[in-house]
């Protein structure tokens, strides 16, 4: 079992990661894909007069900020224009895919945090309202169905909170938490980079292994989005997935170049 996760910054070559992604099914492999879709929504956030914010945790992590007009233009475009994309684009390979978000079935479930700290200006605020929670629990009854039944998952947030809210959650560490509710051999977090760089954006400085047992003191190179994938390994590795792999989905053979060795391997 592989679970592969692709984000949704610019430059990502969904045409390629779906080639492989179906070469790779019709051998007999195991696979589930989960999606980001970040870019894309901002540009339609942007373009709908609800440009998105970001905020700053007191711990250094950068979050959207998810009211609930932000939470639907969220879900237009994950659950929509970028998840039928991908489904369209593996039935079109002939692979049976079926798109679902983490709302279905509550397949990513959470506690729902309707307030978020954050700073601004040096000063620590809470701002009320929003729409964001974290994975704490995989419900695998759907996705063991789908497989068992020959169809390719493709899932992204949002997911389902403990009230039945849909709630905005990141997709590294859902992917992480899937792929370990599923005893995953492999967990692959694809991006717009080769890997975990020393000295970003400098891609000849790609980091090639992490020990499983000391991921979080790599946090230090993770720059913005990058720190929530090396906390998804940490969690990935410390609940048994045997290795995760950051790896590059611009062009050619995305998945396999990962499980080959390409990017960063932690292990």
């Not at 007009?69 to 002939?94: A, D, H, P, S, W």
């Not at 079935?105 to 729409?131: M, T, W, Y």
Request: proline share 4%; hydrophobic share 45%.
């Amino acid at each position: 079992m592989i679970v592969v996760k692709v984000g949704g910054s610019a430059g990502i070559d969904y045409d390629a990661v779906c080639a492989d992604l179906a070469a790779r099914w019709k051998t007999g492999e195991r696979l589930i894909l989960v999606h980001g879709g970040s870019g894309e929504t901002n540009r339609v956030a942007e373009a709908l007069g609800h440009p998105p914010k970001f905020v700053t945790s007191p711990s250094g992590y950068t979050s959207r900020f998810t009211d609930r007009q932000t939470l639907e233009i969220f879900e237009m475009v994950y659950c929509g224009k970028i998840n039928k994309g991908i489904v369209e684009r593996l039935q079109r390979l002939g692979v049976n895919a079926v798109g679902l978000s983490g709302l279905d079935g509550r397949i990513f479930e959470g506690r729902h945090k309707d307030s978020v700290r954050a700073v601004e200006n040096g000063k620590v605020k809470v701002l009320r309202g929003d729409h964001t929670g974290t994975v704490e629990k995989v419900n695998t009854g759907l996705i063991d169905l789908l497989l068992n039944a020959g169809y390719l998952p493709v899932l992204t947030p949002p997911a389902a909170s403990y009230e039945g809210v849909a709630i905005n959650v990141d997709g590294d560490r859902a992917a992480a938490a899937l792929a370990v509710a599923l005893k995953a051999d492999a967990l692959l977090l694809l991006s717009n980079v080769p890997g975990l760089l020393r000295n970003y954006p400098d891609e000849a400085s790609l980091i090639r292994a992490i020990p499983a047992a000391d991921v979080e003191s790599y946090l230090e190179f993770a720059q913005d989005r990058m720190k929530k994938k090396v906390l998804g390994a940490a969690e990935a590795v410390q609940g048994g997935v045997k290795r995760v792999i950051f790896g590059d989905a611009r062009a050619g053979l995305p998945i396999t170049a990962a499980l080959e060795g390409a990017g960063t391997v932690v292990s």
